[in-house]
């Protein structure tokens, strides 16, 4: 893991530095970047990140309570070891944790698929009100910023809206409409799954009481994660430590949108979203590139410090892992053409 870490860290200073800026880059600027952030707030983040891990743990048993019983302890585990697994594998490990959590919950993994749905919707959410509200706080003339962040905020709200009506209303309708699409080929079948599966985790929040919670608890999620961006950033002092509140909600929303495409081991999007960032606001290119780097190693990387053991305790290398993942991608394909074969001879 040291190694691996290492190579990502080499990689990505290579990648999102020298690569990206050219003979203009000074690999002895970044390491004095690095070596004058304050090591205590740099502390103070991964510690919060953990905690962060721990709401979302916290969240997932509240989704899973209607499904059996939950202990905190072996959800918290299983989430920092199902993280670990998408730093080792990237995207491919996503369905990782799932599959850990209805084995070490002694639960069926399709509930669990639909927790895990129910959980990104969240996750969209609230990253869609994340950028929302950091485009319309923005103060830096940034063309047609305020319009996409009220677009942003409208979105969410029709999302909302969307998800009350399939939780008041249930899924039966939309199964219907959507039987021409599963029983198709194609793309189409892809998407009307992934419209079906979010709209059944939807219905496993029972009360009003449990969507206040669990609003509440992705409230607090967020929150400890923009903290742990404003702590990381100020570390570095400087012009980084002169970033506003505003700034860093700005940084966390770019970064949240280039998250989506990830690289195993090294990152990607985030960190070249981050770069890009800093540096529109007026950072040096060494000491925005390092700032980047420990952005991602605390908000990314860290989960594996614990949850690369905790794998090894599942009695999963990162070969297993990658045969989880391709298991289940075979068992999606095997469940589609069974359906299709079904519909077809009705």
């Not at 830096?140 to 677009?151: F, K």
């Amino acid at each position: 893991m040291l190694l691996a870490a290492l190579l990502a860290i080499g990689f990505a200073i290579y990648r999102f530095g020298g690569a990206l800026h050219g003979a203009s880059f000074s690999g002895e600027k970044l390491w004095q970047a690095v070596r004058q952030a304050n090591p205590y707030l740099l502390l103070v983040s991964v510690a919060a990140i953990y905690g962060c891990y721990a709401i979302r743990a916290l969240r997932w048993g509240v989704f899973q309570q209607n499904l059996g019983a939950s202990n905190f302890w072996s959800i918290y585990g299983m989430t920092l070891a199902g993280f670990a697994a998408v730093f080792l594998l990237g995207r491919p490990g996503e369905p990782i944790r799932p599959l850990l959590l209805a084995r070490k919950e002694k639960l069926p993994v399709a509930d669990m698929y639909g927790i895990y749905a129910l959980e990104r919707i969240f996750d969209v959410v609230s990253a869609a009100a994340i950028a929302g509200i950091a485009l319309l706080v923005e103060k830096r003339n940034v063309p047609v910023a305020n319009t996409t962040g009220a677009v942003l905020i409208c979105g969410v709200v029709g999302i909302i809206g969307f998800l009350a009506y399939f939780r008041l209303h249930g899924t039966a309708a939309l199964e219907k409409s959507l039987h021409g699409w599963r029983t198709s080929s194609g793309w189409r079948v892809k998407v009307a799954e992934i419209i079906l599966g979010f709209a059944r985790g939807v219905q496993i929040i029972r009360s009003w009481g449990e969507l206040v919670w669990t609003v509440f608890l992705s409230a607090a999620h967020w929150s400890l994660v923009f903290l742990v961006y404003v702590w990381i950033t100020h570390s570095f002092g400087g012009r980084l430590g002169e970033l506003s509140w505003a700034d860093a909600l700005l940084l966390m929303a770019f970064t949240l949108a280039g998250s989506v495409f990830q690289l195993p081991l090294a990152g990607g999007g985030s960190q070249l979203a981050a770069i890009s960032v800093y540096k529109f606001f007026g950072i040096a290119t060494e000491p925005a590139t390092a700032a980047a780097i420990v952005l991602w190693l605390i908000t990314f990387a860290a989960c594996s410090v614990v949850g690369a053991p905790l794998l090894v305790h599942q009695g999963l290398s990162v070969g297993k892992l990658k045969q989880l993942a391709e298991q289940e991608k075979e068992k999606e394909i095997m469940e589609l053409e069974r359906e299709q074969t079904g519909a077809g001879d009705s």
